[in-house]
C-alpha cells in the first residue's frame, strides 16, 4: 500500500509547503509547485472516495498515539532519536488544517462541525442538516453524490443515529431528536450503513412512535439488517444493508477496542477495519455502469474518551481508525488515480496537551501501556460498590484500590502526597457527594464519576499528558489527504471548504 503513498507525495510535495499560507483555493504561485487552482481535477473526478471523521481528534490525539507506539513498540529507540511512529494517516501526503466553529459559537458541538463538514454551511450547535433558521435543509455531499449515481456507505463506532453520521443524511433541529433521525436514515435510500445500533428505535424517548420501529421501516425499504458476525460476513456485494455490531455498550457504541478482550464471546465483535472492508465490498459491486462510492468513516468514540480524559482508550480508538484509514490505502494501492483518501476531525475534545506540569519536560507515554480497560468496564465496577450499599469510609475497605492495580497499573500504596490527596477527595466526592461548590466540582470532575476520572488523570499525567477541559475545545484540526484530488485539501480554511473540496474532486457541484 506505501507505493501509492510514495507515488502521491512526489506529485504533490510542493502543494504540503502552501499549509499555512492559503486561502479558499487561491495558493501562493512557487516555482516548480504543482498548483491546484480548484478548478476541475488534472485527470478524472475521484471515482471512490473515503472520509475518516475521527470525532474529537485533532493533531495532539494523533501525536500522542504516534508517541505511544514509538515508546511501546521500539523502547530502546526512544531514548535515542525516535520519539513516535507515524500511523497510517500521517504518511497521507496532503496536509491542511481546519477551523472547527459552528454560526453561534467558537466552540462547535459534533451536530454542527458534522453539518459543516457534510454541506458546506455552518450552522448552530445541537443543529443536524439544517440552516440556523430551521427552516431550511442543506443538501450533503453524500446526497449529491447519491443523486449522481454512486453508492454511499455510512460507518461509525458510535450509533448510526448519532450526530456525525447523522449529519451526512438527517435534517432535524436537534441531535436528540433520534427517532426522526432513524427515519431519515431509512429514507436516504443510502446503500450501505455499518457500526453501532440505534437509540431510540421505537420512538419511546420522543414520546411518537406512530411511524413504527426504525428498523422494521428499513427491512421493509429492501435493507437487510444484520446483528451477528455470520450475517455480517454473509452479506453479499449488491445488497443495501444495515450492519449493527453483535456487541453493543451502553450508548449503542460498537466496545472500545481496548474493552474487546474482556467483553463476552470477543471474536463476534466487529472492528471499524472490518465495517470499512464490508462497505468496499458492497459498495464497489458493479452493476451496469459503475459510478463509483462515498463512504464516510467516523472513529466517533475518541470523542467519548477524550471527555473523560482517558489517555489510553484514546490511543486505542485513533488506532482502530488508522486500521480502517490502512483499508482504504490498500484498496487506493489497487485503484490508483481513481481513490481519494482524506482523514480529519470534526473537533478537538478534552484540551489534550503531550506535556504536563507536573512532569515538565519529561515523557513517559509507554506507561499507558500499564492500563488494561477503558474508564467505563472501570466505572462499571465502582457503580457495583455504590450500589451494594452500605458504603464503605475509605478506598482501602473496597476493592477499588485492587482494581487500580490490576486495570490500570496504579498501585494506591506508591503515590505520592498529591495524588493520594486527590484520589481520597474523588473517593470522597463519588461515594458520599463530598463537594467544595458546584463550580469546583464541575472544574474538577466534569460531571463524571470523580474517581474513574481521577485514575484515567493519574495514569496519564504520569505519562506526561494533560487535560484542560472535559468538554470540546476550539482548537484547529488537522486534515490529511492523498489519491485524486487531494491537492485541493493543502492550506488553512474553515470547515466548510471540505464539503466543497470534495465536490470539486468528485465532478460535482454542492448548492450554495
Known sequence: MWRWLADGLSATLGVVLLVGACGRDEPIHRVGVPLDTGGAPAGQPAKYVFFFIGDGMASVQIHATEAYLAASEAPDEVGGSVKWKPLGMTALPVRGIQQSSSWNSLITDSASAGTALATGRRTNDAVVGLAPSLTTAYPTIAEVAKAAGMKIGIVTSASLDHATPASFYAHVPSRGNYYDIGHDLVASGFDYFGGGGFLDPDGTAAGDGSRGNVLEAAQRAGYEVTTTREDFEALEPGTRAIAISPALDDRQGIFYEIDRKYANDPASHISLAEFTEKGIELLSASSGTNAGFFMMVEGGKIDWACHENDARTVVGEVLSLDDAVGVAI????????????????????????????????????????????SFLTFKQRIAAIQAAGDLPTSLADTTIDEDMLELFGVDYATLNPFEKARLDAAFARAMFGAVASAEEDYALYGGYNAISITVTRIVANRAGIGWTSFAHTAAPVPVLAGGAGAARFAGYYENTEIAHKFARSMGLVLPD
Open 330 to 373: 490498500d484498496f487506493a494501492d489497487a485503484h490508483p488515480g481513481e481513490t481519494l483518501i482524506v482523514v480529519t476531525g470534526d473537533h478537538e475534545t478534552g484540551g489534550m496537551s503531550l506535556g504536563w506540569a507536573g512532569t515538565a519536560y519529561a515523557s513517559a507515554t509507554e506507561l499507558l501501556a500499564g492500563q488494561k480497560v
